[in-house]
């Protein structure tokens, strides 16, 4: 049915958001953690450098959610930002903050305020993915449905939280991860160490996060708990855990480039395996697929766009990835780094 269709574009572009974004989330969070301005100086720049080319693009497929959302399933959009509207502003203003700071940090010459910007980049780094994925979690529990108000309950509770926490782990992984190839590509063997072991310790907090989280969802969200530890869901979560794995293994062997398709794929499955897991239900359980999807004339020309969108804006952005990664962009070199870190800034390319 054109419902279905629709709703696996948008659980596509959930996981797009997921992991193009969160990896810019994650260098975001290891800016926060990198310490003081001269020990953080170096890790900085790399974050910096490896942000810059495709930083807005990430934030596209936010866009297109929404969009999605609105457009396709009116009545998920209406109860989603009607009961949990103060999360997602929370978002919203995160978002904005950190635009601006990763904006205006680089230019700015004095050090105190290229530490307020860099501290609103780095914060809301953390703020922004936690915030939407405790909005996930309170929908998983079930305490959101169409007609309900606005409360903090609703994405304060337990599985929010673990949500929320999980998020910004997930963004951590994928943002080390992406950073140690980087790292490697410029030849920075002490930061290919230095976010290599932050890729490994992401993924141990992820587990920790997952054991805990099973138990807190057994009794606060039992429909998603029961299709993530069975069936089809149990198989995406456990195929996400190999990947998980041999991502670890990879970054190990320094085989960095092998161990991004990993990482996303692992994160990519988690997600799939968390809507699958929702089926039939959009919001489990009070509002399905097909209570939620608007008119069929609409859903029709939404896929239309969608096709078109694809074919027009995809191989762009995939032209884009792939230049980035492989340093076509702006190149950058060891000496730049050693600039860098000497406490000067380095020449433009």
């Known amino acids: 049915m054109i419902e279905d269709a629709v709703a696996w574009v948008l659980l596509a572009a959930v996981a797009a958001y997921a992991c193009a974004g969160g990896t810019d989330y994650g260098a975001g969070f290891w800016d926060l953690l990198a310490g003081g301005a001269e020990r953080g100086k170096r890790p900085r720049w790399l974050i910096d450098h490896a942000m810059a080319p495709v930083w807005e693009t990430n934030n596209v497929w936010l866009i297109f959610v929404l969009v999605v959302m609105w457009t396709g399933f009116p009545v998920l959009f209406q109860t989603v930002f009607t009961a949990m509207w103060l999360p997602l502003a929370l978002a919203a203003v995160g978002l904005v903050l950190r635009g601006a700071g990763f904006a205006l940090r680089k230019p700015t010459r004095r050090l105190a305020r290229r530490r307020v910007y860099g501290a609103a980049f780095a914060v809301s780094s953390v703020v922004t993915p936690f915030f939407l994925g405790a909005v996930v979690g309170g929908l998983a529990t079930g305490r959101v449905a169409p007609g309900t108000k606005a409360s903090a309950d609703a994405w304060s509770n337990g599985t929010s939280v673990i949500a929320g926490l999980l998020t910004v782990a997930a963004t951590a992984f994928l943002g080390a991860v992406f950073l140690t190839a980087d790292a490697r590509r410029f030849d920075a063997a002490d930061l290919v160490g230095y976010f290599r072991l932050r890729a490994w310790s992401s993924l141990g907090v992820i587990a920790v996060l997952a054991v805990v989280g099973l138990v807190v969802t057994d009794d606060d969200a039992r429909y998603v708990h029961d299709g993530l530890t069975s069936g089809i869901g149990l198989a995406l979560v456990l195929a996400a855990a190999v990947g998980a794995l041999a991502t670890a293994g990879l970054l190990y062997r320094t085989a960095t480039g092998w161990a991004r398709i990993t990482a996303v794929g692992s994160v990519a499955l988690v997600v799939l395996a968390w809507g699958l897991a ?62 860098t870190a000497a406490g000067r800034e380095p020449e433009s390319p």
């Not at 959009?282 to 939620?292: E, M």
């Not at 766009?305 to 340093?327: C, K, N, Q, S």
Request: hydrophobic letters at 50%; glycine letters at 4%.
């Open 278 to 339: 929702q089926r039939p239900y959009l919001i489990p359980t009070s509002l399905t697929v097909s209570q939620a999807a608007g008119a069929s004339t609409t859903l029709r020309w939404l896929m239309l766009v969608t096709v078109v969108a694809v074919v027009l804006v995809g191989p762009p952005l995939v032209l884009l990835y792939r230049l980035d990664t492989a340093g076509a962009l702006r190149p950058l070199t060891e000496a730049d780094l050693r600039r």
